[in-house]
Structures are given as C-alpha cells and as structure tokens.
C-alpha cells in the first residue's frame, strides 16, 4: 500500500514513468529550475571572497550580485539528529577532530545514555568523492582516506551498538549530500558495500549549485552570486530578488531528486537554505512558486512515509525556532506527516542540547504525535529493515523531559 502511495505520488510530480525508466536519474523539465547557472570555477570554502551586502526586508542579507563564483548523531566529526522521549531516537558522525566537533562517538553514546535516550540513532555524513568539495579541515585528509573513515565509522557504530545493547538501542545510518551526479552514484556503492549495516538514512541537502550553504555566510552569498541574475523567465521573482528564487528552486529540486531516488527515512533540517535569513517566510506572495515546490516535497516524503526531524540545532545557529520553521512546520501538520526529535549534535556537548527550546516550539507548534524508528523483519521502500513507529502516549508526559526542568520553565516565561 505505501509503494502504491508513493508511485501514485511520482506520477503527480514527474508523470507517468516509462516501462524502461520507471526512477528518472532527476527531476523532469516540469519540476527543474528555470536558472542559468554560471559554472564558474571555485576553490574550497576557505577560498570564498566576503561581498558587499545590505539587509532586504527578509531579514537577511542582499545577495551580490555578478559574481562567479555536517535523538541523534554525533561527529568527530560527529553529525548529529536525535530523539530523545522514552522511545526517541538521534543520529551521527565519526571523522577525527575537526572545526566541526569535538570528542569521539563513543563519548556521544555515553552522554546519550546518561541523557536518558533511549533509541539512539548515529548517522555519519558520507563522504565526499572530489578534494574541491571538501572543508578545509578535511583537506589534510584527503577523498581516499575520508572513504576510509567513513567505513570505520560503519565499524566502530555497530560495536557501539552491541556494546552498550543493554542500555540502548542505538540505530546505524548515514547522512546524504548532493553535490554532483557522482555523489548520487557514490552513495548507491556506498550503500551496496556496507549492505544492512547502513540501518537507514537521513536526507539532506547542504550544497546548491555545488556550493555548501550552511559553512559561512560568506561561501553563501557566493552561492548565491553563482546563479545569473536575469535568469528569471517563468520564475515567481518580484521584488528585485531573482537570485534567491533561483536559489530556493535548485535547493527543493535536489532534496527532490534525492527522495525519489533514495527514499531516506528522514528529511534533514528541511529547510536549510533559509539558514542566513531565518525571517524569509516561504510561505510569502513573493515566493508562490517556492511554495508550491515546498509542498510538492513534503507530498512525496509522506507518500513514502518519511520522517520530518525537528532540528534544535538551529536553536545554536541564532534561530528562535528549530527547522522548520513555522510556515514549513504548520504545512507538514496540517497534512499529517511524521515528526522525530533531532539534536544534529556534532559531539558530546551537544546530546540532547537546546531541547528544552525545542519542546517549547513543539508546545507552541500543536504537535501532538512524535515518532521514532524501529529495525523490522520487512524491508521498507527504500529496501532497508527500519519502520517509523509513534509514540504511545502523551509525548510531553515522558519523565526524559523532566531533566530540562528549570530551564523549560525559563523559556516558558
């Protein structure tokens, strides 16, 4: 019945599929954005120039304009979306101490358990396959040897995992990236070479136009600046802001493509792409087009029964909500979709941090159900052994929420 749901789903959004291609390799002419992109030459994020910018009545900054151009996880670098209530789950990742984090994954576990979680999910980010997409921090390192980590990762989780069995269940996944068509390849061998031990995924989209959008403000606005500004034939651009509409298409196209290609258990921090300019409101006149592109993703991760994480990491990054924001989040109610618990801790420090902020928005929000995933007998339609299971009961009666005490209490008042 779900694989019913979801192929009904497609055709709405990519039309009948052929006998002979029945998963496109990406989204249709109807659901592409109508951008000219400039490929222009960069180096890693480290080398992205500042632009000149002033602040649009979004409340962020203007893009330049001309310019070419990582309860419930943890990373060393450690990547973390969790859950945490009775039930709830989180997610990880595992590279040597970078910029990023701190600690070790062992050490995440802990602190997940000390914590009082009790389905713990890690999900390292996979790695990326070309040395001009990687961090600076990273670059020491080298494409070979990340592959190398990422498998130890895979080795070390599932010791984890049958170490510390008797005091919680810890899920093993990865979390996904879309940079170019080698990192859709890639992730397919990746996930032929580990086989189960790959328990489930999380979906997200960190990079636009081959640019991550969430290392700086700066490597953002050159995002940004890397779409043409008159390439706006057919787009929903009023208000001088062609650019981010540009932008905002190519980020939902590629966490489209992405779905429909892989069908992760959970969409990572759904909306990412408005990092920098956390008043955009999606949901605004000027973005009916976005909107739409907006629900037309929520529609395919319900049809395949994905989750949505609520994000507290955003919470750190000076946001006064956790993703998504509230637009997005009412959406994602009204029409019913799964809701889990996240942290994105990237170390220890992290485990369960800001969530007292987090069932704050979930109390203002009306969120009334939490789920968190399960290992089953029978493959899921993305052919990995994990169901999303809700919890039973009265999330906010769950005593784990007991340790955040005084400081709901704060952010209550």
């Known amino acids: ?28 002419p109807a659901t592409t954005a109508e951008a000219t992109i400039i490929r222009a030459p960069r180096g890693p994020p480290s080398e992205a120039v500042s632009a000149n910018v002033a602040s649009p009545a979004d409340g962020g900054p203007a893009p330049a304009t001309g310019a070419p151009k990582a309860g419930f996880v943890g990373r060393v670098r450690k990547q ?26 062992e050490e995440v576990v802990l602190e997940a358990i000390n ?11 996979v790695p990326r396959y070309r040395e001009r997409d990687l961090y600076p921090e990273e670059s020491k390192f080298g494409v070979e040897n990340l592959i190398k980590q990422f498998d130890a990762y895979v080795e070390e989780a599932h010791r984890l995992k049958e170490a510390y069995a008797d005091k919680i269940t810890l899920l093993i996944g990865a979390e996904t990236d879309f ?3 080698l990192d859709y390849k890639a992730l397919g061998s990746l996930i032929d070479k580990h086989g189960d031990k790959i328990e489930y995924l999380v979906g997200s989209v960190h990079h636009v136009n081959e640019w991550p959008i969430d290392f700086d403000r700066d490597t953002w606005q050159q995002c940004l600046s ?39 258990e959970v969409i990572g921090h759904f909306d990412l792409c408005r990092l ?22 929520i529609d395919c991760a319900i049809a395949y029964g994905a989750c949505f994480e609520l994000n507290a990491a955003a919470f750190r990054k000076g946001w006064k909500d956790a993703y998504p924001g509230e637009d997005v989040l ?44 399960e290992r089953s007998d029978t493959p899921n339609i993305g052919g990995r052994k994990v ?13 784990f929420w007991s340790q955040f005490g005084p400081e709901l209490e704060r952010a209550q008042t």
């Open 1 to 28: 019945e779900r694989e019913a749901s979801y192929q009904a789903a497609r055709e709405r959004i990519f039309g009948t599929p052929s006998e002979n291609d029945p998963k496109p390799a990406s989204p249709s």
């Open 80 to 105: 973390g979306h969790g859950r945490t209530v009775s039930d709830l789950e989180n997610i990880g990742e595992f590279v040597k101490s970078t910029r990023h984090a701190a600690g070790t994954l």
């Open 115 to 125: 914590k009082g979680f009790k389905v713990y999910g890690l999900s390292e980010h």
């Open 179 to 181: 940079i170019s068509d």
């Open 226 to 264: 890397s779409f043409s500004a008159d390439a706006t034939d057919g787009m929903d651009v009023d208000q001088g802001e062609p650019l981010y509409t540009a932008y905002l298409s190519a980020y939902f196209d590629n966490q489209l493509t992405f779905m429909d290609r892989f069908q992760p």
């Open 276 to 297: 920098y300019v956390p008043l955009m409101r999606l949901n605004s006149p000027k973005y009916t087009g976005i909107w739409a592109k907006v629900e037309r993703n």
């Open 330 to 373: 009412k959406l994602i109610i009204s029409k019913g979709g799964k809701l889990c618990l996240s942290d994105d801790s990237h170390g220890p420090a992290a485990v369960g941090l800001n969530f007292h902020l987090l069932y704050d928005y979930m109390v203002r929000m009306g969120v009334r159900d939490l789920w968190y995933l």
């Open 387 to 399: 169901r999303a299971v809700q919890y039973n009961g009265d999330w906010k009666e769950d005593p």
